[in-house]
């Protein structure tokens, strides 16, 4: 069992960063494929970022290539989003999954976090 603990959620203006962290518990966080996805209101939730449990390997949707970096300290059991040029259309709520393989779809993670809400004002 992995539990996962977002924080870093806030409001900010267009143009500005924000960086997200996760915090899984437990010892086996090495071994998982760790991901970002978001949900807006009305919306279903959609894959953000992937990485790999090594770190070698990272995956982006495409809108946020250029933008959003991912990473992860495995020492700290801790895997990051950093996010950069925000618009308002990446307001929503990031949520931070754990998973055996890389992929883009909600079923393919088995451990999700509670969310921390990004709002990105115009």
């Known amino acids: 069992q992995v539990q996962l603990v977002e924080s870093g959620g806030g409001l900010v203006q267009a143009g500005g960063s924000l960086r997200l962290s996760c915090v899984a518990s437990g010892p086996t966080f090495s071994r998982y494929v760790m991901a970002w996805f978001r949900q807006a209101p009305g919306k279903e939730r959609e894959f953000v970022s992937a990485?790999?449990?090594?770190?070698?390997?990272?995956y982006y949707a495409n809108s946020m290539k250029g933008r959003f970096t991912i990473s992860r300290d495995n020492a700290k059991n801790t895997v990051y989003l950093q996010m950069n040029s925000l618009i308002p259309e990446d307001t929503a709520v990031y949520y931070c999954a754990a998973g055996g393989l890389v992929g883009t779809a909600v079923g393919q993670y088995d451990y999700w976090g509670q969310g921390t809400q990004v709002t990105v004002s115009s």
């Open positions: 990485i790999t449990s090594s770190g070698r390997m990272t």
